[in-house]
């Protein structure tokens, strides 16, 4: 990951965008450089993952035109070639360097052409102003705010950029770009435009099958080592297989517990026999659990439950990958429960409100799973590659008829199941194993010594106390509001970056539940075993 900052106002100093950046270090460890321009200060904290010499360092120039680009930019080479055709002469192997050269041939239409995960800020020298973007599923964050001076807007890679410039911050729309006061749509994934072609089960699965080998070959392409997080479920046990029938020698992946009771581990280890990785089963305490609770809240920026769960194994086990191995590049499996579907759709009542529910959750994404997949990673110094969130995917499931995604086959995600029955890629039982929320896999004594350990910190009287201080996305369990209250500590009057608590749809029947974990729903069954 990088860091990318841009101060969009003449007041802005260097000094200024030196203090903001000052608590970001560590997604770019590698350089730090800051521009001055006409419209104000662009900042860049380099990871070098593509074009690892000097010359991939940013901003970029080209005819006073400037960039920062937190991205990966695939098919990049494609690209880079038509522009050599037009003339463009390229100083690095760097991906990012291509898209000065886009915005001077396309404009702000390039974003539709670019097949990417980044987050970028370009000076525009004939407007002296800048121009800001960010990919459809926000996978690399972005966030914005006025500057309390003179109101003048500034955009950042993390919120804690920000915070001591502006009163109020809010993360950048995915799918988005910024330009003269507005804030522009280029692409909703969540919208369909037309229904996939393919409308029986085998040709559906057949194009998951294909478009899914495609992302992730993609996300291989990497100048610095590449990892893989390995939890024993279907989604990233599926990314690891792949990745390994495409490689030439073992794959390196990792897997996280509890020292009691963690699910996935043993899962884990059938996975990496399997498919002849080179294997690090990694374990985690009650007390490191407990004692980097307050640290993932402040470099997550969030309050939410489900979110801060998941994100402690995932936290401590980039924290330990660090400092093991040399892997710079990890590739994870969310946003395949948005897409396919997750326990508690199983209770959606019809094929219509399944789809909408979907594409609730894909418009939202960035807020929850991949915020936790992005700052996990690149508090750690690495980079996270979503190849479910790819574009093409995302847009050819988004468009399958609702209907056969509907859980009527007694086997949740059947869909992406059956598209790698025949490869035979995984052992049987890991393909149609049922799935264990995350936060409950790496062991469910985590999840509950966060709640006593809330228990221990609120009397009934002080939580009916301190939940009624917030009147947005009210803190509903002492747990919730521990989290809460951590978060104030570092982001006070923040609470609208994150639109609510992820929550099963309590509207449907089954669903009303007040603790987000799937292991509350009646239908969990053996999932977590």
Same mark, same amino acid.
């Given at each position: 990951?990088?860091?990318?900052?841009?101060?969009?106002?003449?007041?802005?100093?260097?000094?200024?965008?030196?203090?903001?950046?000052?608590?970001?270090?560590?997604?770019?460890?590698?350089?730090?450089?800051?521009?001055?321009?006409?419209?104000?200060?662009?900042?860049?904290?380099? *990871?070098?993952?593509?074009? @690892?010499? +000097?010359? #991939?360092?940013?901003? =970029?120039?080209?005819?006073?035109?400037? /960039? &920062?680009?937190?991205?990966?930019?695939?098919?990049?080479?494609?690209?880079?070639?038509?522009?050599?055709?037009?003339?463009?002469?390229?100083?690095?192997?760097?991906?990012?360097?291509?898209?000065?050269?886009?915005?001077?041939?396309?404009?702000?239409?390039?974003?539709?052409?670019?097949?990417?995960?980044?987050?970028?800020?370009?000076?525009?020298?004939?407007?002296?102003?800048?121009?800001?973007?960010?990919?459809?599923?926000?996978?690399?964050? *972005?966030?914005?705010?006025? @500057?309390? +001076?003179? #109101?003048?807007?500034? =955009?950042?890679?993390?919120?804690?950029? /920000? &915070?001591?410039?502006?009163?109020?911050?809010?993360?950048?729309?995915?799918?988005?770009?910024?330009?003269?006061?507005?804030?522009?749509?280029?692409?909703?994934?969540?919208?369909?435009?037309?229904?996939?072609?393919?409308?029986?089960?085998?040709?559906?699965?057949?194009?998951?099958?294909?478009?899914?080998?495609?992302?992730?070959?993609?996300?291989?392409?990497?100048?610095?080592?590449?990892?893989?997080?390995?939890?024993?479920?279907?989604?990233?046990?599926?990314?690891?297989?792949?990745?390994?029938?495409?490689?030439?020698?073992?794959?390196?992946?990792?897997?996280?517990?509890?020292?009691?009771?963690?699910?996935?581990?043993?899962?884990?280890?059938?996975?990496?026999?399997?498919?002849?990785?080179?294997?690090?089963?990694?374990?985690?305490?009650?007390?490191?659990?407990?004692?980097?609770?307050?640290?993932?809240?402040?470099?997550?920026?969030?309050?939410?439950?489900?979110?801060?769960?998941?994100?402690?194994?995932?936290?401590?086990?980039?924290?330990?990958?660090?400092?093991?191995?040399?892997?710079?590049?990890?590739?994870?499996?969310?946003?395949?429960?948005?897409?396919?579907?997750?326990?508690?759709?199983?209770?959606?009542?019809?094929?219509?409100?399944?789809?909408?529910?979907?594409?609730?959750?894909?418009?939202?994404?960035?807020?929850?799973?991949?915020?936790?997949?992005?700052?996990?990673?690149?508090?750690?110094?690495?980079?996270?590659?979503?190849?479910?969130?790819?574009?093409?995917?995302?847009?050819?499931?988004?468009?399958?008829?609702?209907?056969?995604?509907?859980?009527?086959?007694?086997?949740?995600?059947?869909?992406?199941?059956?598209?790698?029955?025949?490869?035979?890629?995984?052992?049987?039982?890991?393909?149609?194993?049922?799935?264990?929320?995350?936060?409950?896999?790496?062991?469910?004594?985590?999840?509950?010594?966060?709640?006593?350990?809330?228990?221990?910190?609120?009397?009934?009287?002080?939580?009916?106390?301190?939940?009624?201080?917030?009147?947005?996305?009210?803190?509903?369990?002492?747990?919730?509001?521990?989290?809460?209250?951590?978060?104030?500590?570092?982001?006070?009057?923040?609470?609208?970056?994150?639109?609510?608590?992820?929550?099963?749809?309590?509207?449907?029947?089954?669903?009303?539940?007040?603790?987000?974990?799937?292991?509350?729903?009646?239908?969990?069954?053996?999932?977590?075993?």
């Amino acid at each position: 990951m990088c860091t990318v900052l841009g101060i969009q106002s003449r007041s802005a100093t260097l000094d200024m965008a030196k203090e903001a950046m000052s608590c970001t270090k560590s997604r770019g460890p590698d350089q730090e450089r800051f521009l001055e321009t006409q419209a104000g200060v662009l900042g860049f904290q380099r *990871l070098a993952i593509m074009g @690892l010499n +000097e010359a #991939g360092m940013q901003p =970029f120039t080209l005819n006073e035109n400037a /960039l &920062v680009c937190n991205g990966e930019i695939y098919g990049f080479r494609k690209l880079k070639a038509d522009l050599e055709e037009k003339g463009y002469v390229f100083m690095s192997d760097s991906d990012c360097e291509i898209l000065l050269p886009m915005y001077e041939e396309y404009g702000t239409d390039m974003f539709e052409k670019l097949d990417a995960e980044y987050a970028l800020i370009l000076y525009d020298d004939s407007k002296k102003s800048f121009v800001a973007a960010r990919d459809p599923m926000g996978i690399r964050p *972005l966030f914005y705010g006025y @500057l309390k +001076e003179d #109101g003048s807007i500034c =955009f950042a890679s993390e919120a804690k950029n /920000l &915070v001591k410039l502006c009163d109020s911050i809010m993360p950048f729309p995915p799918g988005h770009y910024y330009q003269d006061g507005q804030f522009i749509c280029y692409l909703d994934l969540s919208v369909v435009d037309e229904p996939a072609a393919q409308k029986d089960v085998e040709g559906v699965c057949s194009k998951i099958h294909d478009l899914l080998i495609d992302a992730i070959d993609k996300r291989l392409d990497s100048d610095a080592p590449v990892g893989f997080l390995l939890s024993g479920g279907l989604d990233s046990s599926l990314v690891c297989a792949i990745a390994a029938s495409r490689s030439d020698q073992p794959i390196e992946t990792f897997a996280i517990g509890m020292e009691e009771d963690a699910i996935d581990l043993k899962y884990a280890k059938q996975v990496a026999n399997f498919i002849g990785s080179n294997h690090h089963e990694l374990i985690m305490t009650e007390k490191e659990v407990l004692d980097t609770l307050e640290e993932v809240i402040a470099e997550l920026a969030t309050y939410d439950i489900t979110t801060i769960r998941a994100s402690m194994g995932m936290y401590l086990i980039c924290k330990k990958i660090r400092e093991i191995s040399d892997v710079r590049v990890l590739l994870t499996g969310e946003i395949s429960d948005e897409l396919f579907g997750y326990k508690y759709t199983d209770y959606a009542p019809s094929a219509q409100e399944f789809q909408r529910e979907s594409a609730k959750r894909i418009k939202e994404l960035y807020m929850y799973d991949v915020l936790r997949a992005d700052r996990c990673i690149s508090t750690h110094s690495m980079e996270a590659r979503v190849p479910f969130g790819d574009i093409a995917f995302v847009k050819y499931v988004m468009s399958i008829d609702p209907e056969l995604k509907l859980n009527t086959y007694n086997k949740g995600k059947y869909l992406l199941r059956h598209a790698f029955e025949k490869d035979q890629i995984l052992p049987y039982e890991i393909l149609m194993r049922e799935k264990a929320a995350f936060s409950d896999a790496v062991g469910h004594s985590m999840a509950d010594d966060l709640k006593a350990l809330a228990e221990r910190t609120y009397s009934d009287e002080e939580f009916e106390a301190r939940k009624a201080l917030y009147d947005h996305a009210a803190p509903f369990t002492k747990e919730s509001l521990l989290y809460r209250d951590l978060f104030e500590k570092y982001y006070p009057g923040q609470s609208r970056m994150v639109v609510d608590f992820w929550m099963p749809n309590k509207e449907w029947q089954g669903c009303d539940v007040n603790d987000p974990s799937a292991r509350y729903l009646s239908n969990y069954g053996e999932s977590g075993i």
